[in-house]
């Protein structure tokens, strides 16, 4: 989930549309279709050794032949842009219009992606892969149909990007404990490495210029200076935390939201102390039932949960209000896919970013042979019903 404006940006099924939900007036909200029909440019990407091999050169192609889906969504407000990979390993670059969106283009990456970020300029953005590869995609009006660019890889899954607030730097974190800190826009040029958590590095968020915070599977949060790679300050968890959000409300003081493996939502108050430690206060914490999705608008968190109704999957939002120290979650009332005409109730879900059980180095802490085998009855299950239908 990302917002725009008044707006709250997600896919109730991350196949067919995008909803622009608007928390300020309902009847304001929209939502458009994804364009599965616009042609796709093929163009060979930019690579840092050059791809002679025919048969790697055929993956670019987009699959047509799959049950297509969104893997990640990415805005820039400044330029009215929305960007969204998909599975068949296409990045749709679009413009938004008043209650419309305009497909500009369709360009084809080589390997699935993991996440996808605008520059700050908008001008700009970032792919990253699972293989550990980022790509660099033009999107200004003369441009945003060009291939994409190879700028720097790791060597495990990238799992989450961000650019630094004075678009100096990008930090990239892996599957292998590493935070790297690249320069911007010589990409050739490391600046520092972030090194000491024990596990997969799960989400980044720059505090300023010269901090960053980091989540990871071992249960940890850290505080880094970016400047000389130091560890500043770590926090360990009795649960594991997946996914951070982030809203500063001064220079030393804001709300982080974090997100669990177990579906939770955990809410703090944090302060940085000197630029080299920090304060957190748990404001509040809310258990959903599955897997859940975050977004800050207007300086207000919200959270994105499905539940089930009578038997029928239905989209809910919280939003988080916070007084006197207290984290509150209130529903909003409205059933949301009314308002946004959507009749597909059965279908809607929410992607996980990704599969936690596989990113732990240490097997012992997930039964992967359980959660292979569920995952393998459930596509036997759905394949048996999409039979039935035909």
């Given at each position: 989930?990302?917002?725009?404006?008044?707006?709250?940006?997600?896919?109730?099924?991350?196949?067919?549309?995008?909803?622009?939900?608007?928390?300020?007036?309902?009847?304001?909200?929209?939502?458009?279709?994804?364009?599965?029909d616009f042609p796709v440019n093929n163009e060979k990407m930019k690579m840092f050794l050059d791809i002679a091999n025919d048969e790697e050169n055929k993956q670019i192609q987009s699959k047509e032949?799959?049950?297509?889906?969104?893997?990640?969504?990415?805005?820039?407000?400044?330029?009215?842009?929305?960007?969204?990979?998909?599975?068949?390993?296409?990045?749709?670059?679009?413009?938004?219009?008043?209650?419309?969106?305009?497909?500009?283009?369709?360009?084809?990456?080589?390997?699935?992606?993991?996440?996808?970020?605008?520059?700050?300029?908008?001008?700009?953005?970032?792919?990253?892969?699972?293989?550990?590869?980022?790509?660099?995609?033009?999107?200004?009006?003369?441009?945003?149909?060009?291939?994409?660019?190879?700028?720097?890889?790791?060597?495990?899954?990238?799992?989450?990007?961000?650019?630094?607030?004075?678009?100096?730097?990008?930090?990239?974190?892996?599957?292998?404990?590493?935070?790297?800190?690249?320069?911007?826009?010589?990409?050739?040029?490391?600046?520092?490495?972030?090194?000491?958590?024990?596990?997969?590095?799960?989400?980044?968020?720059?505090?300023?210029?010269?901090?960053?915070?980091?989540?990871?599977?071992?249960?940890?949060?850290?505080?880094?200076?970016?400047?000389?790679?130091?560890?500043?300050?770590?926090?360990?968890?009795?649960?594991?935390?997946?996914?951070?959000?982030?809203?500063?409300?001064?220079?030393?003081?804001?709300?982080?939201?974090?997100?669990?493996?177990?579906?939770?939502?955990?809410?703090?108050?944090?302060?940085?102390?000197?630029?080299?430690?920090?304060?957190?206060?748990?404001?509040?914490?809310?258990?959903?039932?599955?897997?859940?999705?975050?977004?800050?608008?207007?300086?207000?968190?919200?959270?994105?949960?499905?539940?089930?109704?009578?038997?029928?999957?239905?989209?809910?939002?919280?939003?988080?209000?916070?007084?006197?120290?207290?984290?509150?979650?209130?529903?909003?009332?409205?059933?949301?896919?009314?308002?946004?005409?959507?009749?597909?109730?059965?279908?809607?879900?929410?992607?996980?970013?990704?599969?936690?059980?596989?990113?732990?180095?240490?097997?012992?802490?997930?039964?992967?042979?359980?959660?292979?085998?569920?995952?393998?009855?459930?596509?036997?299950?759905?394949?048996?019903?999409?039979?039935?239908?035909?």
């Open positions: 989930m990302e917002s725009y404006k008044e707006y709250l940006v997600f896919s109730p099924d991350y196949q067919t549309k995008i909803a622009f939900l608007s928390v300020e007036n309902v009847q304001k909200s929209f939502t458009i279709d994804i364009d599965w032949d799959i049950e297509k889906s969104i893997n990640n969504i990415a805005i820039n407000e400044s330029n009215n842009l929305i960007a969204f990979t998909s599975n068949d390993k296409s990045l749709f670059l679009c413009k938004i219009e008043e209650s419309s969106v305009k497909t500009l283009s369709r360009r084809c990456f080589l390997r699935t992606s993991s996440c996808i970020r605008f520059s700050n300029c908008g001008k700009k953005l970032y792919l990253a892969d699972k293989t550990g590869d980022v790509f660099e995609y033009m999107t200004d009006e003369n441009n945003f149909n060009t291939a994409g660019k190879w700028v720097f890889g790791h060597i495990s899954q990238i799992l989450d990007l961000k650019v630094s607030i004075d678009s100096k730097y990008i930090f990239t974190s892996d599957r292998d404990e590493k935070i790297r800190v690249t320069n911007s826009p010589n990409y050739h040029e490391i600046e520092m490495f972030c090194l000491g958590h024990k596990e997969f590095v799960s989400s980044l968020t720059p505090l300023n210029n010269s901090t960053i915070i980091s989540i990871s599977g071992d249960g940890t949060l850290r505080l880094w200076n970016l400047l000389s790679g130091n560890q500043l300050y770590f926090t360990k968890f009795s649960f594991t935390p997946i996914l951070l959000k982030h809203y500063p409300q001064t220079s030393s003081e804001g709300i982080l939201c974090i997100s669990t493996s177990d579906f939770s939502i955990k809410v703090y108050e944090y302060q940085l102390i000197d630029n080299n430690a920090l304060k957190l206060h748990l404001l509040g914490e809310k258990q959903y039932s599955s897997d859940v999705e975050m977004a800050i608008l207007k300086g207000n968190f919200y959270i994105e949960h499905i539940e089930e109704v009578d038997g029928v999957k239905k989209v809910f939002i919280d939003k988080i209000q916070i007084e006197n120290k207290v984290a509150a979650f209130e529903a909003l009332k409205e059933d949301i896919l009314t308002i946004l005409n959507y009749t597909s109730n059965s279908s809607v879900k929410i992607v996980k970013p990704f599969d936690v059980s596989l990113l732990f180095k240490n097997t012992g802490k997930f039964d992967n042979l359980k959660q292979y085998i569920d995952r393998k009855k459930a596509r036997i299950e759905n394949q048996a019903m999409k039979k039935k239908k035909e």
